[in-house]
Nanobody
């Protein structure tokens, strides 16, 4: 099982980026998927999450500071999750990680403990 995140880069404040997370090794269409970020010297922090196709499939969750600017989506046919980031701010600078949780994980979706699989991270740098 592998998650590969890509799409990061250096942008200016106000710009947009779209991160992608491609999964391989198994299908994650039923899995809750999340994006986290970790700035230097800080803990890994929840950014956004999206439910799988079961239950309230496709429903989304966001960190307050990114609501209205970031949008998480998924393409189950491609086993890929996206994070569209608009109106980027310098405080959004971090390494962004995608993650997936199994149905057996009872941890909070806003906590890293709530996920079983992690991508390698992609760096987003927003200059002022």
């Amino acid at each position: 099982v592998q998650l590969q995140a890509f799409g990061g880069g250096l942008v200016q404040a106000g710009d947009s980026l779209r991160l992608s997370c491609a999964a391989s090794g198994r299908t994650f269409s039923n899995s809750f998927m999340g994006w986290f970020r970790q700035a230097p010297g800080k803990e890994r922090d929840f950014v956004a999450g999206i439910n799988g196709v079961g239950g309230v499939g496709g429903s989304t969750h966001y960190k307050d500071s990114v609501k209205g600017r970031f949008t998480i989506s998924r393409d189950n046919a491609k086993n890929t999750v996206y994070l569209q980031m608009n109106s980027l701010k310098p405080e959004d600078t971090a390494v962004y990680y995608c993650a997936a949780r199994t149905i057996f994980n009872t941890g909070l979706v806003t906590s890293p403990d709530g996920y079983n699989y992690w991508g390698q991270g992609t760096l987003v740098t927003v200059s002022s």
